[in-house]
């Protein structure tokens, strides 16, 4: 079966696997990445780490965690399922055989339609929890759903909780879909290209190295843009703060630091890189795995 062919109840089931896969993996780096995002506490990742651990211990680094187990495997599910849906609007019938990079590009790219209503207010309510523990009182929320009550009351329920509950949505769309367009298309490049000849897909290791090499590529271009939204998001007055959501940040930060602020752009860029690679290649291998098990079962 052809990356084309495959159906969506398989992408469906086989990607919310990857996801639960790419979560245990790589969360306590997540938490890194959005602590220096966010704060000046700390000199670097490893510094951010020894404090966090010595203020929290390990659960300091799994903070914020239940968020995006609850919402990855619908979401990741959705992901692959919207890459899959992408494939048949862009994707020509050779695009896997002849790699046409930028239909399969294209088609990653649309998979940010999928995720972004179930990401985006994820997204709000991990970097919050994430950071909270270094706020003056520490830690104020037991959880998101408690965090969530919080926002929604705060903002008066209705359309504006829905707005604050939501807040970062198209900063988060933006950032996926960039970030899939290269997931995808060098995932598939490079599973192609390390594919042994005469079988259908590259053993577990080098599933890994390709699953692992496309996180890489798919943050190295998001940083900048979930720097930006990271900013937006965990914002106390970001309503007032940043009227024009991400376009705001960018402009408070370059008023501040000129083209320095493309250096702050990258902050957390070495935690990022280091869950990249271990988180996304244990989501490819899981995906993988998922769907092989799906198609011993009949399931296409």
Known sequence: MSSKEQGFLNS???????????????HPLDTVKVKLQTTDLYKGTWDCIQKTVKKDGLAGLYRGMAAP?????????????????????????????????EQIAA??????????????PGERLKCILQIQADAP?????????????????????????????????????SRDAVAS????????????????????????????FCGGTAGILNWAFAIPLDN????????????????????????EMYAANGFGALTQMYRGFTAVMLRAFPANAACFLGYETAVKFLNGMGIH
Request: proline content about 5%.
């Open 69 to 101: 187990i609850t919402g990855v495997t619908p979401m990741y599910a959705m992901c692959f399922a919207g890459y899959g849906f992408g494939k048949q609007i862009f994707c020509d019938a050779d695009a896997y055989e002849k790699l046409k990079l």
């Open 228 to 251: 930006l939204k990271s900013k937006l998001q965990t914002d106390p007055k970001t309503f007032e703060r940043y009227p024009n959501g991400c376009r705001s940040v960018a402009a």
């Open 137 to 173: 009182g520490g830690a104020k929320f037991k959880g998101p759903m408690d965090l969530g009550k919080h926002l929604w009351k705060e903002a008066g329920g209705g359309v504006a909780g829905l707005r604050t509950v939501n807040r970062g949505f198209f900063g988060t769309f």
């Open 181 to 208: 367009a290269w997931y995808f298309s060098s995932y598939e490049y490079l599973k192609a290209k390390l594919t042994p000849e005469g079988e259908s897909s590259p053993g577990a290791m080098t599933t890994l």
């Open 12 to 26: 469906f089931l086989a990607g919310g696997a990857g996801g639960m896969c790419l979560v245990f993996v790589g």
């Open 107 to 120: 088609a990653g790219a649309f998979s940010a339609a999928f995720t972004t209503p179930i990401l985006a």
